[in-house]
C-alpha cells in the first residue's frame, strides 16, 4: 500500500488489486461510519487506488490507514439494482468467440453472473461493473467507435459498462438498456454507485 499527496487537500492511495481496492473502499466506510475523519468530503475508487478528498494532515490519516486491520471485501451486499438489457448489441459475435459459446448463449451467460459497481469514471454515471472473472474477461476492440449510443451495455476487461451518453468507446457492445444512468435532477444523480450489486434481466424478444 503507498501513499501519495494529491495536492494540498487529498491523499491517494495505490494497492496493487482490485479487490483490495474494494476492501479499503469497504473499510473506510466503516471508519466514517464511527466518526473517524469528519472533513473528509469524498472517497473516490478506482481500479488500483482510493482517492480520499479532504485530507490535509497526509501523514497522520497515512499512518491511521497502515494501522488498520482491512477484512477481505464480502461478498456483494450493496442495494441491488436491476437493469433490463436488450442483448442484440453489434459484438455479440465476437464475445462470443471470446467466451466459447453461441452468440445467442451471451445473454444467458452475462445475466447469470454476479455483478457489483466497483467505481464510476470516464463520464458522469459511468460504472465499472465487476462480474466478469474468472476466464470470462473481454478484449477490447482493436478500433474504438467516434460514437457509442447511450444506453449502450458494453464489455471491457473484466468490467461491464453502461454509457450514460453518446461518446466514443472501444468497448465491445454487446446490448443496450432504457435506465437513465446520470439524472441532474436526481438525488443521486447516478443510478449507479460503487458497492451496488447489478442484476441484468434479459428483455430481448
Known amino acids: 500500500m503507498k501513499f501519495r499527496p494529491a495536492g494540498p487537500g487529498a491523499l491517494l492511495v495505490e494497492v496493487d488489486t482490485l479487490a ?18 469528519p472533513a473528509l468530503m469524498d472517497v ?4 488500483r487506488t482510493v482517492l480520499l478528498d479532504g485530507v490535509t494532515d497526509h501523514d497522520a490519516v497515512a499512518d491511521e490507514i497502515r494501522s488498520w486491520s482491512v477484512p477481505p471485501h464480502p461478498e456483494a451486499s450493496g442495494q441491488l439494482v436491476e437493469i433490463a438489457c436488450r442483448y442484440d448489441g453489434p459484438d455479440l459475435g465476437d464475445v462470443a468467440r471470446q467466451w466459447g459459446v453461441p452468440p445467442e448463449r451471451v445473454a444467458d451467460v452475462h445475466s447469470g453472473l454476479t455483478h457489483e459497481v466497483a467505481f464510476c469514471g470516464f463520464a458522469p454515471g459511468f460504472p465499472y461493473i465487476a462480474g466478469l472473472g474468472g476466464g470470462r474477461e473481454v478484449a477490447r476492440r482493436d478500433r474504438p467507435r467516434a460514437a457509442v449510443p447511450a ?20 468497448w465491445q457492445i454487446i446490448g443496450h438498456t432504457d435506465a437513465v444512468m446520470w439524472d441532474e435532477g436526481r438525488d443521486p444523480a447516478a443510478l449507479l454507485r460503487p458497492g451496488d450489486r447489478v442484476r441484468f434481466v434479459n428483455v430481448t424478444p
Not at 483490495?20 to 475523519?37: M, N, P
Not at 444506453?151 to 472501444?170: F, K, M, N
Open 151 to 170: 444506453g449502450s451495455v458494453a464489455l471491457g476487461d473484466e468490467y461491464t459498462g453502461i454509457y450514460p451518453r453518446t461518446s466514443p468507446g472501444g
Open 20 to 37: 483490495e481496492v474494494r476492501a479499503l473502499h469497504a473499510q473506510i466506510a466503516r471508519e466514517r461510519a464511527r466518526g473517524w475523519a
Open 44 to 47: 473516490i475508487p478506482a481500479a
